[in-house]
């Protein structure tokens, strides 16, 4: 079996969200328990922190991956969807899931998967654990992919689990209330496993401090001890100064993640970190410092407010939900643009119209459809983009759209490309 065709029995025999939605999404853990008892159990073979949140997850994990890889330690990093190649979503110290290890882990177990009949993530999971525990590694940063309660990454027993900002997605099956969804959040938190929550928001407070509670874990909000000054704010990299309990605690903190939602999500990683040197773990502030500074070359991570050209200032970002979207349209503000081409699509399984609503008027939309099953036909969101009173065109391909964005824009106009995860996937400069 060859790569290629490993990943093309994959995605023709196992259900994935990632292209048909809410179908391949199971709502048990009976599969993942099925697939790690036969493997050998080698999600209790490592040390984990258990990341959950709808949005801010992946960024936190990067940021706390790269701080771990700089402080010596061998870190796994599992995460998803994908950008480009399978490969991304697990890693070790940066470095991607060799291919071989893949085809050989399915060559293996097919009959497994067709006794248990897992979905696509369900194996992915099981496949990473099997990775980090057969690699030895030290510890690693398992970001949830869907919820929390019943996603099958949440078998782990965690040194830390973190939930960072909750938002509204995935309603139909999280909840349509802030609190019905951190409730799905708060199933990662553990008995006696300490918990962090990167923001406080009034109605999911109450939700998390019952379920910590309940479990008896300890339970920290981690702006009641970090706050952040921006110092300095670029396209590339910010600048903080850091205080903990109101003490001045790092001065000219660098992270090379731009974007201002970041400032929501760091107080959550600098809490985490402390209770990992809590735990007798060795993170030097020298290596918080250089980890932070390079999480983006140190573990690859893509596609979170990327500049991928400076004339037009082209960006692209895989915010898709309100919250998302309205972080983007405030950044997108900020740059006062003369103006800005939107290269825009969506997936079809969820109520877009609050989304249109936040989308500027005065912009130029560039509407498209992902090569995915997933995606909403780009002729129905043109109808509601235009019933919303954007105005724009549609075209076939994202690619299409992103060639007729730049040939538009002038020199000192910015083009924005996202909407959606498989939008972003489909840029050649990634």
Known sequence: MTYQECLDYLYQQLPMYQRIGNAAFKKSLDNIIALCDALGQPQHRFKSIHVAGTNGKGSSSHMLAAVLQKSGYITGLYTSPHLKSFTERVRINGEELPQEYLVNFVEEHKSLFERVQPSFFEMTVALAFKYFADEQVDVAVIEVGLGGRLDST?????????ITNIGYDHQSMLGDTIGAIASEKAGIIKPGVSAVISTRQEEAQEVFEAKASEAGAP??????????????????????????????????????????????????????????RVKGYSIPEAALREGLAGAK????????????????????????????????????????????HVVFGVVNDKDISPVLDLLPKRYEYYFCQAAIPRALDVNELYDKAVAAGLSGKAYSTVSEAIQAAKANAAKDEVIFIGGSTFVVAEIDEL
């Open 297 to 340: 070359r140190i573990t690859g991570l893509k596609g979170r407010w990327q500049v991928l050209n400076r004339e037009p200032l082209t960006i692209c970002d895989t915010g898709h939900n309100v919250d998302g979207i309205k972080q983007i349209v405030e950044q997108l503000e900020a740059l006062e643009p003369k103006q800005v």
């Open 219 to 276: 339970l920290t909000f981690a702006p009641d001890h970090f706050r952040l000054e921006l110092v300095e704010g670029g396209l590339d990299r910010q600048v903080f100064q850091v205080y903990r309990d109101e003490v001045l605690y790092l001065t000219g903190l660098e992270i090379d993640l731009p974007g201002q939602y970041q400032k929501y999500n760091l107080p959550g990683v600098l809490q985490v970190l402390d209770l990992m």
């Open 154 to 162: 949440n078998i782990i027993t965690p040194e830390v689990s973190l």
